[in-house]
């Protein structure tokens, strides 16, 4: 379980007048980083792309189960399948049914203890029209105690007004090796966003087919799939949705202005095994599913 309670050691974030949101300093080494994933694919071309964000539900160790955005994984399809057999446009119920992906050449990028750890995605299942994905990452073989940090699940919805934090990775990008395309080096930065809830949908609307949220925070792209909690320090930062989608441009550096950013409300049945364990039932439908095949994994 994370203490989330350090992540503002530099001072309580407060949203100044005029302004629609704020951002949190977050050091490089904060613990925080110990509960997210950066999902990453190894095109045909070999070169590594920065997809988007997860974050852990339960941690076993050598295993973890962590929540994304489907749509993280519909692009991951995209980069692995670039030639599509049927037109983009093409009506849900004409396709034929889904296949398998493959997901040897997908890897969760993993930080702790300023260490980078690329694991492997032993399975996913997702449903595009409520934006939700489950994976469950591996460690390495050599780490079998790597993944311990997790954030609890919250089943309480906060009302329009309420403040709330969106947090996922940003600025994410992969400068490639010139001399060999296998190597490179990546940029991400955690982020931290405060904002205020606009408005609660109970029911499905036209993007998403699921009670969601639209708040005031701004995002960047590589930030979907992160988490959508209720911020009221210094109670811990629960989860209760994943980013969604928000409009386009994104007013990522005006916090005088609103971006209208989506959430995806977990509609999570929780049982609590003991004090420092979750049990997280989500019902999945319109299922996507991909696996990797352990025997010709991609190093």
């Known amino acids: 379980m994370i203490d989330e309670k350090r ?75 670039p030639n599509k057999p049927h037109h983009p446009t093409t009506p849900l119920e004409f396709l034929p049914p889904p ?72 600025e994410m990008k992969v400068h490639g090796d010139i001399e060999d395309p296998r190597k490179g080096r990546m940029e991400r930065r955690l982020v931290v966003r405060i904002g205020y809830v606009e408005e609660v949908f109970e029911e499905a609307t036209y993007l998403l087919k699921s009670p969601s949220v639209q708040t005031s925070i701004a995002i960047y792209s590589g930030m ?5 909690a209720r911020f009221a320090p210094p109670d811990n930062i629960k989860p209760f949705a994943l980013i969604s989608h928000a409009p386009e441009p994104q007013p990522v550096m005006d916090r005088s202005i609103s971006g209208h950013s989506m959430g995806s409300i977990l509609k999570a049945k929780l049982t609590f095994i003991e004090k420092d364990r979750q049990l997280v039932e989500i019902e999945i439908n319109n299922i996507g599913v991909g696996k990797t095949d352990p025997v010709n994994e991609v190093e």
Request: aromatic share 10%; proline share 3%.
């Open 224 to 228: 979907s799939g992160g988490l959508v």
């Open 99 to 170: 296949t398998e992906v493959d997901l040897r050449q997908v890897k969760a990028v993993y930080i702790k203890d300023a260490q980078v750890h690329v694991c492997s995605i032993e399975i996913a299942v997702w449903d595009s029209e409520t934006d939700l994905a489950v994976l469950t990452v591996l460690a390495p073989t050599d780490q079998p105690e790597l993944f311990r940090a997790f954030f609890w699940i919250d089943d309480k919805i906060p009302s329009a007004g309420e403040q709330v934090a969106m947090i996922g990775v940003g």
């Open 7 to 81: 992540i503002f050691s530099g001072g309580l974030v407060v949203i100044p007048d005029g302004w629609q949101w704020n951002e949190a300093e977050i050091e490089s080494n904060d613990q925080l980083n110990e509960g997210v994933l950066t999902l990453m694919v190894i095109g045909n071309d070999v070169v590594p792309v920065l997809i988007g964000t997860a974050f852990f539900v339960s941690a076993d160790g050598y295993k973890g189960t962590a929540i994304s955005a489907a749509h993280c994984f519909e692009h991951i399809k995209n980069v692995l399948y």
